[in-house]
Antibody, heavy 120, light 110 residues
């Protein structure tokens, strides 16, 4: 069974840092792009970042460029999101989602999400 | 900010047909395929339609998608109570070099 399991969400102060992880199983991890999507309380879905299967290509939404870094360890079937200089507006549930062979493909499997709260 | 526009709500009685529109531009829907996601409140999103009109295994054929130019639509025929959820369209945007989601539509079964 294809599964994604996020972890690392926490309460953090503005300006702080956090590292999210997404453990994958049930598929050839290195063959697929993986995406982070977030959802602020009571709001819609927002794309955050995507990384290609090899890790050689990364893409970010403008509001996190320079603050967030997506990476992956294909030997450990794990995706990461390093979040620095966190702001209150980054408060959200963060989902990782499996894409296709190309970064623009649909996301067909989603994790259950991990909650990030940025507050003093 | 969402660059794909959807109506905030849609509703119907059981058995009715409901259609949700998604309006974009030449850099997203006009250039790439459209996907639709269903999200029951409190749960993770689920892929409902991919590549404009394809259903993943396990998705009932009551759900169908279409695309024309810079717009797309999702139709739910034979509406059922379990279809009550939020629905999002999405597509890759070549100008933003990123994925964009629609504003979301809440479907209520009356």
């Amino acid at each position: 069974e294809v599964q994604l399991l996020e972890s690392g969400g926490a309460l953090v102060q503005p300006g702080g840092s956090l590292r999210l992880s997404c453990a994958a199983s049930g598929f050839t991890f290195s063959a697929y792009a993986i995406t982070w999507v977030r959802q602020a309380p009571g709001k819609g879905l927002e794309w955050v970042s995507t990384i290609s299967g090899s890790g050689g290509s990364t893409f970010y939404t403008d509001s996190v460029k320079g603050r967030f870094t997506i990476s992956r360890d294909n030997s450990k079937n794990t995706l990461f999101l390093q979040m620095n200089s966190l702001r209150a507006v980054d408060t959200a549930v963060y989902y990782c989602a499996k894409g296709g062979n190309y970064v623009y493909n649909a996301m067909d499997v989603w994790g259950q999400g991990t909650t990030v709260t940025v507050s003093s | 900010q969402s660059v794909l526009t959807q109506p905030p709500s849609a509703s119907g009685t059981p058995g009715q047909r409901v259609t949700i529109s998604c309006s974009g531009s030449s850099s997203n829907i006009g250039s790439n395929t459209v996907n639709w996601y269903q999200q029951v409140p409190g749960t993770a999103p689920k892929l409902l339609i991919y590549d404009n009109n394809q259903r993943p295994s396990g998705v009932p054929d009551r759900f169908s998608g279409s695309k024309s130019g810079t717009s797309a639509s999702l139709a739910i025929s034979g509406l059922q109570s379990e279809d009550e959820a939020d629905y999002y369209c999405a597509a890759w945007d070549d100008s933003l070099t990123g994925y964009v989601f629609g504003t979301g539509t809440k479907v209520t079964v009356l």
